[in-house]
């Protein structure tokens, strides 16, 4: 895609992202404070401790090259596959067979998108030798990519998602109905949505998106999972260069040995100590 065509697909998303926000058709915005103070503890730690990192930063430049595998990059509300189309680009280019959803407009929760969604990862799997697919998902691109991943992860390698509510609750506590129409349609009722599917998976989560609440978009438990902090507004993810750079990291990471990306640094080696000399030597 030439620079005009991307400056017109990013225009095009900008104005589409954030006309539904402003007309509070996609994820409603929400601090969750007052959530928080009914919530168990453990979520209070994790939430503190992310507001704590510091933004993560990469590059493209120096993205590692992938191995060829299957990534499929989900929209999000009001989205479709023009809207990920730089990120697209960028998974492409650096090695790996992209697709989209291929699903037209994302006009949230749908049966029928959940079923062709869940034909569609099977097809893909299918079509690249039987080796699991990475999935990317944008704001309610990532609630289902998560949710297709708990249901079907002997499909999928790992996934990683941009501002994706999966932790948000209405007014009540309750899980959005949003989140558990979702669970409904690939049958993982009766899980917390904060919790990772059974893969490694990473949620990019920025303190400035103000459309859907950074504090939804945490991973409170997970064998493998990780939150990564990043600086951008939520209809600027797909489009943020830095997050680009930060998925490519991610899609690298093999699913043996899978290491997060903010693991703390081995604490340095004390050298042995030395016998005391002899006396008189």
Known sequence: ???????????????????????????????????????????????????????????????????????????????????????????????????????????????????????H??????????????????????????????????????????????GQRDSGGAIDERVAHVQEYYGTQGTDPRIAPPVPTTSLFSTNDWVAGWKEALNTGGKQQENIRISSGHVAMPFNDNAAAIILDRLAQKSVNWQPMNMPAEPASKPAAQSPRPSGA
């Open 121 to 166: 990862l099977q097809k893909i799997y299918e079509e690249n030798g039987n080796r699991p697919v990475s999935i990317v998902g944008y704001s309610l691109g990532g609630v289902y990519a998560r949710e297709l991943a708990r249901r079907h992860p002997e499909l999928v390698a790992n996934v990683i998602t941009l501002g994706a509510p999966f």
């Open 1 to 119: 895609m030439n620079d005009k065509n991307k400056k017109i697909a990013k225009t095009f998303a900008a104005y589409a992202l954030t006309t539904t926000a402003l007309l509070g058709g996609g994820f409603a915005l929400q601090s969750g404070v007052n959530a928080l103070q009914s919530e168990p503890p453990a979520l209070t730690a994790t939430v503190q401790a992310a507001e704590a990192q510091t933004p993560a930063t990469a590059s493209i430049a120096t993205a590692p090259r992938g191995d060829g595998h299957a990534v499929l990059v989900i929209p999000g509300f009001f989205g479709n596959d023009l809207h990920m189309t730089e990120l697209q680009h960028a998974i492409r280019d650096h090695g790996y067979t992209v697709y989209g959803w291929e699903a037209g407009m994302n006009m949230g929760p749908s049966k029928s998108k959940a079923d062709q969604l869940e034909k």
